[in-house]
């Protein structure tokens, strides 16, 4: 097709009917009069001032390239600098996602060794790689399950997906986007799945029961196989929340423990930057006859070549654009093949061990709900010092390390939630447990008014939350 030129004066992309031509905006186009700005109000500063502008914004700012970034349930772990600079290596990062398969056949081998590897860890059948975050790849996992329940012409039944009360809020959110009806059920006194209540939940009318194992309080679901033996004969399917995978990496694996479908958080055990809901990364495997209904396209390779395979039987479609976030995916596969398999699995240790090693050196002072034995984060309640969760955090602020998640899971009152992972020493944990500890003791009133030695000082998060401002 020849592209015409669009004038400015032209209608509208949106207001064009289908089977017009209009593609490219002419560059050279004349801006009418009235939109022209008669000057630019651009500030004329020197370059010493503009490096030291950022530069002074970049030290107001706290990153794990600084310190330990202990926040629960996200596991900010520093990521090795040898995945930035494979990632901006111009060989991946200039290919265009139209390419000819046969001239980015590394690339293509680079994804389909990522779901081999994704595959083996999770012992699942089958990976997609498209999904982009976590929450993202739980939505995809759960249009599976609905697309599943069509296909068996359960559907119109199977309407509830069931959520214990300790789960990360994406759950039901992912849930009630793909229009089921949450149910949520409380946990038992020893922090795990409530098993009379998730029994009793349990019906013709379950799609689905989303978990993470280790839960949201670093506990390990000892009964997960008599969960999985219940939910399978209620005809629902188990959908695993891989975030905490870094507390399971070859230990155990959600094919093991009976589990359907997964998804992984590759930001969080694999390397991966994290933030802001992305730039992520959070791939799906599933098992069994589930493989047909993964998005499209999977990686194959047929002995000779590399092929993207859009056709799966029941593929509940593309759920991003091309193939996911492939400099990720590049991120993720170097890791695991960095660490191999006895280092992923000495992450995990070094990471359960750093997690007990703290719990056990703050609970003389903080309360700590549940098992005492813990995985890779604990949850420890302020309660029992007197002072509140905020204030503890502040504290710690104010000594140049950055707090643990506060007041979630929700079911912890005065809820700080640890997770160290495996990138710290003893020497910080050391530092941490010490600061957490002065936290205890120090005056009450006092610490209402900290952080005192940061760039900004205690704002009113509320306000903040209700009214953003966005812009300078
Ligand atoms: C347990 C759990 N599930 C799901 C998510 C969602 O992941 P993402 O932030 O990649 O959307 C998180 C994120 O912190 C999490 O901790």
């Known amino acids: 097709m020849q592209y015409r030129q669009a004038r400015y004066d032209e209608p509208l992309l949106s207001e064009i009917s289908s089977g017009n031509d209009y593609h490219h905006v002419e560059s050279g186009a004349a801006i009418p009069e009235s939109l022209r700005r008669k000057s630019l ?46 990632s901006s290596m111009p060989e991946f990062s200039t290919v265009h996602p139209l390419a000819p398969e046969e001239s980015v056949q ?33 939505y995809t996992g759960i249009l599976i399950a609905r697309k599943y329940h069509e296909v068996h012409g359960e559907l119109e039944r199977r309407r509830e997906v069931i959520i214990p009360d300790s789960a990360h809020g994406t759950n039901p959110a ?18 795990m799945v409530d098993m009379g209540a998730l029994r009793a939940a349990l019906s013709d009318r379950t799609a689905l029961f989303m978990i ?23 005809g629902a399917l188990l959908y695993y929340d891989g975030a905490n995978f870094n507390a399971i990496l070859g230990k155990t ?38 493989r047909d209904y993964l998005p499209v396209p999977v990686v ?21 654009s091309y193939y996911g976030s492939f400099l990720m995916h590049l991120r993720a596969w170097a890791y695991i093949l960095y660490h191999g398999g006895n280092g992923l699995t000495r992450n995990t240790e070094r990471a359960v061990l750093n997690t007990n090693y703290l719990a ?11 098992k005492p034995l813990k995985k890779h984060e604990v949850v420890v309640s302020s309660d029992s010092t007197g002072r509140r969760a905020q204030d503890i955090a502040k504290y710690i602020l104010d000594n140049g390390m950055h707090p643990p998640t506060v007041y979630f899971p929700l079911i912890v009152h005065e809820a700080l939630m640890i997770e160290p992972t495996e990138t710290v020493s003893k ?46």
Not at 110 to 135: H, R, T
Not at 267 to 284: D, E, L, M, R
Not at 448 to 468: H, Q, S, W
């Open 300 to 320: 194959e390779y047929d002995g000779k070549a590399y092929h993207l395979n859009y056709d799966l039987r029941h593929t509940i479609g593309a759920v991003s």
């Open 41 to 86: 109000d651009i500030p004329s500063v020197a370059e010493y001032d503009v490096v030291r502008h950022y530069t002074r914004l970049s030290q107001m700012n706290y990153a794990v390239d600084i310190g330990m970034y202990p926040l629960g349930s996200c596991t900010m772990k520093l990521n090795p600098k040898f995945a930035d600079r494979i």
């Open 106 to 138: 590394g690339n293509l081998r680079v994804m389909y060794e990522l779901q081999e590897f994704l595959k083996k860890i999770s012992d699942m059948d089958a990976v997609s790689l498209q999904p982009l975050a976590g929450a993202h790849g739980e």
């Open 212 to 234: 993470t194992n280790p839960n949201t309080l670093g506990i390990f679901e000892d009964r997960i196989l008599e969960i999985a033996d219940l939910v399978h004969s209620a």
């Open 427 to 472: 020497a910080d944990l050391d530092r941490y447990a010490d600061i957490m500890l002065e936290a205890a003791r120090e005056d009450p009133e006092g610490l209402k008014r900290m952080p005192l030695n940061t760039a900004v000082g205690r704002i009113d998060e509320v306000r903040a939350a209700r009214e953003p401002k966005l812009r300078w």
């Open 360 to 370: 056990k050196r703050l609970s003389g002072a903080y309360r700590i709900p549940y």
């Open 253 to 290: 694996s959600p094919g093991l423990m009976g589990f359907d479908i997964v998804h992984f958080n590759l930001h969080k055990t694999f390397a991966t930057p994290h933030g802001g809901g992305g730039p992520g990364s959070g791939p799906v495997g599933v098992r069994g006859e589930l």
């Open 174 to 191: 992912s849930a009630a986007m793909a229009g089921f009806d949450v149910v949520e059920i409380p946990s038992s006194p020893d922090g």
